[in-house]
């Protein structure tokens, strides 16, 4: 079975740094998609950005980026230029290619703290 | 606009008493998922249907019930046999054809024991 873990379960950072959000999996596969998705107070999930396995290039998304290291089964979220309205929880995610309809399978959850 | 609704958005209750929480999309998505979270432990998946009139059990499916009968529509119940229900339970879709875009989530549903 796949595996996500998130070890940071607090971050913090100050209004306009960077900051980067870890995850890690365990999978067997070679075919699969890994996502980050936000959960702000709110509670609503919204994808923050993702990225196929087969793709040497990191995916960015505005001021998100993501160091995706298919060896080291790494998955890290880059943050630049923080706002106060980043400030949420974090779930890094993976997801099985070969078959239609998979599951995703989530982290624990990082959550972040934007200080002005 | 297309989207996932989830209703109510709180609800209440009481010890033996069965509940259902409802999950609607207007997507034309095939694929549905529940999901239940509690604080440190992310989301873990209770239940899943890949396409109508067909479910299968996730990770901590003990005390909960779906159904699939139309397309649109995946409710959940959750039975006096589910010995710790206060949770927030997420409803999500997706098509079937296409992993690489993930889910789309619902707003949740807050349940409290009372």
């Known amino acids: 079975a796949q595996t996500v873990t998130q070890s940071q379960p607090e971050m913090s950072v100050q209004e306009a740094e960077t900051v980067t959000l870890s995850c890690t999996y365990d999978t067997s596969e070679s075919d699969y998609y890994l996502f980050w998705y936000k959960q702000p107070p709110s509670r609503q999930m919204i994808l923050v950005i993702r990225q196929e396995a087969y793709k040497q290039q990191n995916a960015t998304e505005n001021r998100f980026s993501v160091n995706f290291q298919k060896a080291a089964k790494s998955f890290s979220l880059k943050i630049s230029d923080s706002q106060l309205g980043d400030a949420a929880m974090y779930f890094c995610?993976?997801?099985?290619?070969?078959?239609?309809?998979?599951?995703?399978?989530f982290g624990e959850g990082t959550q972040l703290t934007v200080n002005p | 606009d297309g989207g996932i609704t989830q209703s109510p958005k709180y609800l209440f209750r009481k010890e033996g008493q069965n509940v259902t929480l409802s999950c609607e999309q207007n997507?034309?998505?095939?694929?549905m998922y529940w999901y239940r979270q509690d604080p440190g432990q992310g989301l873990r998946l209770i239940y899943y249907s890949q396409i109508v009139n067909d479910f299968q059990k996730g990770d901590i499916a003990e005390g909960y019930s779906v159904s699939r009968e139309k397309k649109e529509s995946f409710p959940l119940t959750v039975t006096s046999a589910q010995k710790n229900p206060t949770a927030f339970y997420l409803c999500?879709?997706?098509?079937?054809?296409?992993?690489?875009?993930?889910?789309?989530f619902g707003s949740g549903t807050r349940l409290t024991v009372v």
């Open positions: 999500a879709s997706s098509p079937y054809t296409a992993n690489l875009y993930g889910y789309t």
């Open positions: 995610a993976y997801r099985r290619g070969e078959t239609s309809g998979s599951r995703l399978t």
């Open positions: 997507l034309n998505h095939d694929a």
